[in-house]
């Protein structure tokens, strides 16, 4: 069974900074795949960025510029660094691994951005 536990989200005030990370403990192979999904109050999930083992990365349009997504491979922990934050990006956080045709999921971290 793969968890993935994530941390860093918080209170802050639009045009400033958090840092969100995740990690999975336990495992002990290489996670190919790792990315942050959000989930704001009345949307769907959204995929936020995402990042392979060989750094390739991939950002929606919304974050692209503010967002930078980050991984420790030796550590599986996947870092997603949000600057200029803007209240539309007050959400439900989630981690995301695919593994063997699985979907794993953190259990979302909260970040609320006050105008």
């Known amino acids: 069974q793969v968890q993935l536990v994530e941390s860093g989200g918080g209170l802050v005030q639009a045009g400033g900074s958090l840092k969100l990370s995740c990690t999975a403990p336990g495992v002990n192979f290489s996670i190919n795949a790792m990315g942050w999904y959000r989930q704001a109050p009345g949307k769907q999930r959204e995929l936020v960025a995402a990042?392979?083992?060989?750094?390739?990365?991939n950002y929606a349009d919304s974050v692209k510029g503010r967002f930078t997504i980050s991984r420790d491979n030796a550590k599986n922990t996947v870092y997603l660094q949000m600057n200029s934050l803007k209240s539309e990006d007050t959400a439900v956080y989630y981690c995301y691994a695919p593994l063997a045709g699985m979907h794993y999921w953190g259990k979302g971290t909260l970040v609320t951005v006050s105008s």
């Open positions: 990042i392979t083992s060989g750094g390739n990365t």
